[in-house]
């Protein structure tokens, strides 16, 4: 962890507290808006929640969120984000660490149950695995789908398209076609250039009596 600590205010006793109880496990802390975070190693996230959770002043026992983001250009492109909150002493903090498309993050559905849906959101999104989830799969997106949309080089048409099928009774999957009319665009606004909207003729005054 870095030697400085750059807390101050109401969350410098909590930064204090939560370093004194969970030592190596952390990599950084830091402080944004009023907000405290802690960088922890992947391998304890469970280790860290349950330790944030079980300390009596820390009492951090609700699990409000889970968060994924995604930075393409890292070599652990992910990061995972708990968001956590106290109601004993009414104040949050957020649980960080980083990941790749390989390897897996412990699961925290022992400790908050909630966690299930919210692992198997960051999964259908981003696809970070999560290690000892009991039922991980899509929530969000269909169970045919292809990919991970959070993704930011997720194609914007996707990879595949459905539709209900006559002949087969049912909806199929089919690779996204799309007519070229929608692959041109010249970026250009309606106000730019010789552009004439529905409408502009009554601007213009070739419109005539209403």
């Not at 405290?36 to 944030?52: F, K, P, W």
């Not at 250009?73 to 109601?87: A, C, D, I, P, Q």
């Not at 993704?151 to 099928?165: A, M, Q, W």
Request: hydrophobic letters at 40%; one cysteine or more; proline letters at 6%.
């Amino acid at each position: 962890m870095t030697s400085q600590l750059p807390v101050t205010g109401g969350n410098k006793g909590v930064a204090e507290r939560a370093l004194g109880v969970l030592g190596e496990h952390v990599i950084d802390a830091a402080e944004a808006v009023g907000e405290l975070t802690l960088l922890v190693q992947r391998d304890s996230a469970a280790v860290v929640l349950q330790i944030l959770r079980d300390t009596p002043d820390l009492a951090f026992d609700q699990l409000l969120d889970i968060a994924g983001v995604d930075w393409p250009e890292r070599t652990e492109r992910f990061e995972v984000n708990y968001h956590l909150l106290s109601m004993r002493h009414n104040r949050r903090i957020r649980v960080k660490l980083t990941t790749d498309e390989e390897t897996p993050v412990p699961s925290v559905t022992p400790l908050y149950p909630n966690a299930g849906w919210l692992e198997r959101e960051v999964w259908d999104c981003y696809g970070v695995l999560f290690e000892g989830n009991p039922d991980l799969r899509r929530i969000l997106t269909d169970y045919g789908f292809e990919g991970h949309p959070f993704r930011k080089d997720f194609p914007l048409t996707g990879h595949v398209e459905l539709r209900y099928s006559e002949d087969a009774g049912r909806v199929v999957y089919e690779p996204v076609k799309l007519a070229q009319d929608f692959r041109r665009f010249d970026f250009l606004s309606p106000w730019e250039g010789n552009w004439k909207l529905p409408g502009d003729e009554k601007a213009d005054g070739e419109g005539g009596a209403a």
